[in-house]
Every structure is written in C-alpha cells, then in structure tokens.
C-alpha cells in the first residue's frame, strides 16, 4: 500500500481531525483507493480494526449526497459504508470499511455467476425502492447530451486531434439525440450512475459492498445494468451478457420494476443506452489523462470504444457514427 504524504495540507487536516475523533493519534492511515474525481480515500487502522476516511475538497466535491444516499441505501438493507463521523465544512467523512478486494480484482468464469447474481439482485433493490428514501435529481436530456460531448470534445478533439469538418458535427448531434431520447423514454428509476466492478466490493456477508454513489440520479433503468455488464474495466462474450440482460428483464418485472413484458425492447434499452454511456466514458478517460494528468484509463478506451462500435453495427440508426468510428483505424494507439 502507498504511503501517505505527510506533507499535504489536506492529510495534515485530516490527521488533526482523527485525532480529535479517536482522542489520541496512535493510528495507521494509508492510501486506501484514488478516485476518478477530486476525492481521496485513506485506510485508518487502530490494532485490528479499520475505517476508511473520505476526503473531498469542499471547493470541488459535497459530501452532502453521499451522507444523504448512504442513508437511504442503507433503510434499503443496501450494503454502503455507514457515515460514522461527518465534518462537511472541512470535506471529511469518517466511513464503515467493506474491505480491499473489488469485484474487478477476482471476477473470473468461475465466480462470476454467483458475484454478478448478488450485484443484479442489490441492483433490483435499488430499482424497486431507492425512491421512496431519497430525491434523486433528474437524469435529463441536458446531462445525458453533455455527457456525449465529452467523448467529441476530450477524446476526438483534444487527445485525438480531430479536426471535426460540418457534416461529422451534425452526424455526432443526430447520433447522440437519437440515444438521448432512447434513454429518456426508458422507465425511470433510481440509478448508481457507477455501478461497475471498480465500485462493488466482495464481502462474505451481504454481498456486494457498494461505493461511489454519490452522483446517483433518477434515471433510464437499463443504465446501471449497462455499467455492470458491459463494464469499462472487463469484457463478457455478447451471448453471455444478453443472458443476464434477460435474466434481469424477468426479475425486474417480477420486482415491480417493469409492467409491460418486451424483452426485445428492453434488449434495445440496454445496447443503445450501452452506446451513451460509454461514449461519455471513453471521453471521460481522456480528459482524466488531459485534465487531471491521470493517464492510467486510456488504457480502457480501447475496450469501451470497442463495445460503441459492436453495437452501433448493429443499428442503422447509428450506422454512421459506425462508419466515422471505423474509418479512424486502430484504437489501441489512443493509449499513447
């Protein structure tokens, strides 16, 4: 585990304010995970008991959401960290620990029915009652639309260099309204926004542990079910996936989630909401490596550029963005 730097102000706050806490400072605290966005995260131990100590900057995070869904996930029977110690005005939260092993780091054939079964059924959870414990902001066209533009203003513009000529503008505008209004004529439910082997912890007990679901919205319902099984991180064979799609189709009609059985629309909900998100993904891993100087998720681009093109083939709605994906060449090379 990476050590602390001692010499950031922030650690130095947070050492103060743990210390208030716990009465003495005779404590570990390390590196516990880094963060796609302005959070931290740091391991505290005393002896054989742990905490993990969030820190989020008040001039660019608010802990409030994360306090206030924590809550509701929880009177859900939803496994989340508990809020144990809260300072909103510094941007420290003291949090339960659900572990150090993330699904990403054991999913294999093997395991992954069993793992994948528990995260569809806290899923369905979600789905069914999140609405009843908190107001989630609306998932609306705005956001899904400024969403995409990431993948053209990041990744084809920024880190690419692509100098977009009128037609491929207005092809990229047509494609991304056409997905928008897929994902907003979709059932709206309550949606992690994150839900991805990267957030679900692996624990014994309650099964799985769910993190970084502070910008959780009211949304589209095949959203968090394209994070999971479509993941950025890792890749299943498309027969498998659409396994578990119709798997979770039947739950969630089973569960109140649907009222209208049509598996073959809901198949559609599921491929072209998979093209929104991870065409916001793939322009997100840019502008982390652009922005934030953290290169490591160009590595990812691939594989999620990969999953646009798959689908869109498949579409003639999207057979354009198909073409111009193609056209580009290899997407290995993005990584450099």
């Given at each position: 585990m990476t050590e602390v730097d001692f010499n950031d102000a922030r650690v130095k706050a947070m050492k103060v304010w743990l210390s208030?806490?716990?009465g003495h400072d005779n404590y570990h605290l390390s590196i516990a995970s880094g963060?796609?966005?302005?959070?931290?995260?740091?391991?505290?131990?005393i002896e054989d008991q742990t905490w993990i100590v969030m820190d989020a900057p008040p001039a660019k995070e608010d802990c409030r959401p994360f306090v206030d869904i924590s809550t509701a996930f929880l009177k859900l029977g939803l496994h989340a960290p508990v809020v144990l110690q809260q300072d909103l005005q510094q941007g420290f939260l003291l949090l339960s620990d659900l572990g150090q092993q993330q699904y990403l780091q054991v999913l294999n054939k093997d395991n992954v029915e069993r793992l994948y079964g528990d995260a569809l059924a806290a899923l369905a959870t979600l789905q069914a009652g999140g609405a009843q414990h908190y107001d989630f902001p609306i998932y609306d066209d705005a956001l899904l639309m400024t969403e995409m533009y990431l993948f053209r203003d990041?990744?084809?513009?920024?880190?690419?260099?692509?100098?977009?000529?009128?037609?491929?503008?207005?092809?990229?505008?047509?494609?991304?309204?056409?997905?928008?209004?897929?994902?907003?004529?979709?059932?709206?439910?309550?949606?992690?926004?994150?839900?991805?082997?990267?957030?679900?912890?692996?624990?014994?007990?309650?099964?799985?542990?769910?993190?970084?679901?502070?910008?959780?919205?009211?949304?589209?319902?095949s959203y968090d079910l394209v994070s999971l099984l479509r993941d950025c991180y890792i890749a299943w064979p498309r027969q498998q996936v659409e396994q578990w799609v119709?798997?979770?189709?039947?739950?969630?009609?089973?569960?109140?989630?649907?009222?209208?059985?049509?598996?073959?629309?809901?198949?559609?909900?599921?491929d072209l909401m998979g093209v929104q998100r991870h065409l916001k993904a793939a322009g997100i891993f840019a502008r982390l490596n652009h922005r934030d100087h953290k290169s490591g998720y160009l590595q990812d681009i691939p594989r999620t550029v990969a999953y646009i093109i798959e689908v869109s083939s498949r579409y003639p709605e999207l057979a354009e963005l198909h073409r111009f994906l193609t056209a580009i060449g290899s997407w290995e090379s993005v990584e450099h």
């Open positions: 208030s806490l716990f963060d796609a966005s302005f959070r931290r995260y740091f391991r505290v131990q990041w990744l084809l513009n920024k880190h690419l260099g692509i100098n977009l000529q009128a037609q491929d503008q207005a092809m990229l505008e047509q494609a991304f309204k056409f997905l928008s209004a897929s994902a907003t004529a979709q059932p709206q439910v309550p949606v992690h926004r994150d839900y991805h082997s990267r957030n679900l912890m692996v624990n014994k007990e309650h099964n799985p542990g769910i993190l970084d679901f502070q910008d959780a919205v009211l949304g589209p319902v119709k798997g979770y189709h039947e739950l969630a009609l089973q569960s109140g989630i649907l009222h209208e059985e049509n598996e073959e629309l809901f198949l559609r909900w599921f």
